[in-house]
């Protein structure tokens, strides 16, 4: 196979001498991948995929956006055409996204997981699909996290899920995230899952507190370090509990706003138990869903059709934030914006309370330039030192290349700041340990936080 060494070498993104050094400082600590949507059971079967376009296109929203972006027929994205055909229409409009982190992403991968160092395009493609697939029939999930040296992931669970395959795999340790959108959002099959999982209804607001302490505690004993919120809108004012239990108990018939009072109380009820256990919360706010209803009735959700809310509402933040603080009910609690031009603002809410940090750039920012400006805002608001550094937020197994991308991204931020004698050299590689592992393992009270 042809190889053209020049092209996504192993400076890449690293612009200066002091990057490189920074950045084979970090290049090979354990992934700590403290939110993603990776299926659990996959990696407790260990499984394997037969192809490389069942692995990439399998359920990548990324990717699939990309191809109807560039006019590609749904049959190949979502559709019934066998993977190696999606795969060459992938590949097809692969050379079109300049700039696009997916550009990125994929050739980190061929490179990372399979030693494939060609560019992708629709020449390429029936070479790197033979390579990558031959390699493939040898390689499990498990075999691909360890490549990656992933230590820990957290994957994303409704809370009626039973968590049977998480628990620890080698070297790995597998944990569930705490996520209960469906009940905030008065979805009926959500509480439907939440009474067989307690065997008893949830008639009253008090029985649906009582269901969700009991799952909160069952997945705590489970190893659950995280809990997380996706939402359309930060939380309004509470209505209090004697409208919230009015609200429950005509659940059936709420108007949309009335379903956000009943979340602005619960979710605060929440917090407190968050709180009082010990466990994070994550707000994943600004994302307004399935836009197009023709195609999210055609394919479903998580499908490509989501996309930026055009304003956040930063003051609502504060007063959520300080109504728990006043109670005594705030967590340790993680704040992404999917709205980027809010980042400031929320940045400097995130100091005005303890154990508040701002998240990873997220979804649409994950990119070299929203990177660079998360990295900004972090630095310029809040103390960079203190970052969680990175993660996946992905359902793709090979996804884990998005590690080495923001190491890279990150070790050129910090040594742009050496290489202009604004920033300590000895200090870098310290700052950027942390970044990259220490500060997340401390964070969520995971053991052995030195750096391997």
């Not at 790197?128 to 498990?142: D, W």
């Not at 960079?384 to 359902?395: C, I, P, V």
Request: hydrophobic share 40%; with cysteine; net charge negative.
């Amino acid at each position: 196979m042809k190889q053209t060494m020049s092209f996504f070498g192993e400076n890449v993104f690293l612009s200066t001498p002091e990057a490189v050094r920074l950045y084979n400082a970090v290049r090979d600590l354990p992934i700590v991948d403290y939110h993603c949507h990776l299926d659990e059971t996959a990696i407790s079967e260990n499984r394997r995929f037969e192809s490389l376009g069942e692995l990439w296109l399998g359920g990548d929203h990324y990717k699939w956006r990309a191809m109807r972006i560039c006019g590609v027929d749904e049959r190949y994205i979502t559709g019934d055409a066998p993977y190696d055909e999606k795969f060459r229409k992938f590949a097809q409009i692969f050379p079109k996204l300049c700039g696009n982190p997916l550009y990125d992403w994929a050739q980190l991968e061929l490179k990372i997981l399979f030693g494939i160092l060609e560019p992708l395009n629709a020449e390429s493609a029936d070479r790197i699909l033979s390579a990558a697939n031959a390699q493939l029939k040898n390689m499990t999930v498990r075999d691909m996290l360890k490549k990656y040296r992933v230590e820990y992931i957290a994957t994303t669970d409704d809370p009626a899920s039973p968590l049977a395959a998480h628990g620890r795999y080698g070297e790995m340790q597998v944990s569930p995230t705490f996520r209960p959108d469906g009940i905030l959002t008065v979805d009926p099959a959500a509480i439907d899952r939440l009474e067989t999982a307690v065997g008893h209804s949830v008639g009253s607001l008090a029985e649906l507190k009582a269901a969700l302490i009991a799952r909160l505690d069952y997945f705590a004993a489970h190893g659950c370090k995280i809990t997380d919120h996706g939402m359309d809108y930060l939380p309004e004012s509470d209505p209090g509990e004697a409208v919230a239990t009015r609200l429950w108990e005509r659940r059936s018939a709420l108007t949309g706003a009335e379903k956000q009072q009943f979340s602005a109380h619960l979710i605060r009820w929440l917090a407190g138990e968050y709180q009082k256990r010990g466990l994070v919360m994550q707000l994943h706010f600004g994302t307004y869903r399935n836009v197009n209803t023709a195609m999210f009735e055609r394919v479903g959700r998580d499908a490509g059709f989501d996309v930026m809310r055009a304003q956040v509402d930063a003051d609502r933040l504060a007063a959520f934030l300080d109504d728990l603080s006043k109670k005594n009910a705030l967590p340790k609690t993680v704040l992404y914006s999917l709205e980027p031009s809010v980042m400031p603002a929320v940045a400097t809410v995130s100091g005005a309370f303890p154990n508040v940090r701002v998240g990873a750039a997220w979804w649409f920012n994950d990119t070299v330039a929203g990177i660079r400006k998360q990295l900004e805002v972090a630095s310029e608001y809040t103390a960079l030192g203190m970052n969680l550094g990175m993660l996946t937020d992905s359902r793709s197994f090979s996804s884990y290349a998005r590690f080495d991308f923001f190491r890279r991204i990150l070790a050129d931020f910090v040594g742009s700041y050496v290489a202009r004698g604004e920033y300590d050299a000895d200090a870098a590689e310290q700052l950027m340990i942390d970044i990259c592992y220490r500060n997340v393992k401390e964070f969520l009270g995971l053991s052995g936080g030195d750096a391997q």
